[in-house]
């Protein structure tokens, strides 16, 4: 069982930034691949960013590529997703999710957090 705990949202001016953490429970965060997902209002959720167990492999999508890098901790349980040069259209609940496929979709997804709202707006 992985409890996820995401923290780091916020109101943020367009060009802004933000830094999203994921802070997990448990023992066996290493042993899962993190990934962030993003819901906005009306819409369908949306893979944002994955990284693997180790750290050493990330994959972005592409409407967020160059502007937002996700990370990992595994000392600390926590991932993070640094987000820079935010736009309107990067408004969402912005979730975090442990899966053991690295090819994450949502079905694919053995934990999620709870979420944390993101606003982009002047």
């Known amino acids: 069982q992985v409890q996820l705990v995401e923290s780091g949202g916020g109101l943020v001016q367009p060009g802004g930034s933000l830094r999203l953490s994921c802070a997990a429970s448990g023992r066996t965060f290493s042993t899962y691949n993190m990934a962030w997902f993003r819901q906005a209002s009306g819409k369908e959720r949306e893979f944002v960013a994955v990284?693997?167990?180790?750290?050493?492999?990330?994959y972005t999508a592409a409407s967020v590529k160059g502007r937002f890098a996700i990370s990992r901790d595994n000392a600390k349980n926590t991932v993070y997703l640094q987000m820079n040069s935010l736009k309107p259209e990067d408004t969402a609940v912005y979730y975090c999710a442990a899966s053991k496929s690295w090819a994450v979709t949502v079905p694919q997804v053995d934990y999620w957090g709870q979420g944390t709202q993101v606003t982009v707006s002047a």
């Open positions: 990284i693997n167990l180790s750290g050493g492999s990330t």
